[in-house]
């Protein structure tokens, strides 16, 4: 069955710090890999895809995502994070018939 | 370009009562695919609607159910509602559809439905 898990609860960073939020996988088949952002009373909005090419994907707002297929893993990135980074981050995979499967979500919390 | 637009944004019902909940797809999006969210369980697909057509359908019961409109448009109906049901439901649009997965799908806010 396909899966997503991103093992954190919430991740906490300082702000100005490195931010990374973690995401594993199991599909079968090429693995087709997006990352959401979800604020609070809000929609998910569209970071970013991995479908192939570049292990390193760049998306919106500073967000870029590196994917490992040797670990399963892709995990969304941030340089430099931002107070109003703070939010909760999905990540999914696609898994037939134009379905997505979603983790359960990493809050991001962003500490002035 | 607008994005996708659902209506209404919030909804009390009660028990036994049925609701019906509407998503405007992005201009040009023929796919349009509803999620259900909440704390327990999360995300999870409901169904995805192309060409009028259910191409794709999730695990729920029956009572769950939608359409299609010429239009791209999409409402979804929840009959016989249980407490269960509260859930904030999300509708998302994609250029195509393909079942390739190379898709982007685009979220609506939601629709904040509270079951009393």
């Known amino acids: 069955a396909q899966s997503v898990a991103q093992p954190e609860d919430q991740v906490n960073v300082a702000e100005g710090n490195p931010l990374t939020v973690k995401c594993t996988y199991s599909?079968?088949?090429?693995?087709?890999l997006f990352w959401y952002v979800q604020y609070p009373n809000r929609g998910l909005q569209f970071l970013l895809k991995?479908?192939?090419?570049?292990?390193l994907v760049k998306g919106s707002y500073g967000f870029e995502a590196e994917f490992n297929k040797s670990q399963t893993s892709f995990h969304l990135k941030k340089p430099s994070a931002l107070v109003s980074d703070s939010a909760l981050y999905f990540c999914?995979?696609?898994?037939?018939?134009?379905?997505?499967?979603f983790g359960k979500g990493n809050q991001v919390v962003v500490i002035p | 370009k607008a994005g996708v637009t659902q209506t209404p944004r919030y909804l009390i019902k009660t028990r036994g009562q049925q609701v019906t909940l509407s998503c405007s797809p992005i201009?040009?999006?023929?796919?349009v695919s509803w999620y259900q969210q909440t704390p327990g369980q999360g995300l999870q697909f409901l169904f995805e609607?192309?060409?009028?057509?259910?191409?794709n359908k999730g695990n729920f019961p029956g009572r769950f159910s939608g359409r299609q409109f010429s239009n791209s448009r999409s409402e979804m109906n929840v009959s016989t509602l249980e407490l269960g049901d509260s859930a904030l439901y999300l509708c998302?649009?994609?250029?195509?559809?393909?079942?390739?997965?190379?898709?982007?799908?685009?979220f609506g806010p939601g629709t904040r439905l509270t079951v009393l």
């Open positions: 609607y192309f060409s009028e057509t259910q191409r």
């Open positions: 999914a995979a696609f898994y037939g018939n134009n379905r997505l499967a």
């Open positions: 991995y479908i192939t090419g570049d292990n």
């Open positions: 998302a649009s994609s250029i195509s559809g393909t079942s390739a997965g190379t898709d982007t799908q685009y």
């Open positions: 599909v079968s088949g090429n693995p087709y």
């Open positions: 201009s040009g999006h023929r796919s």
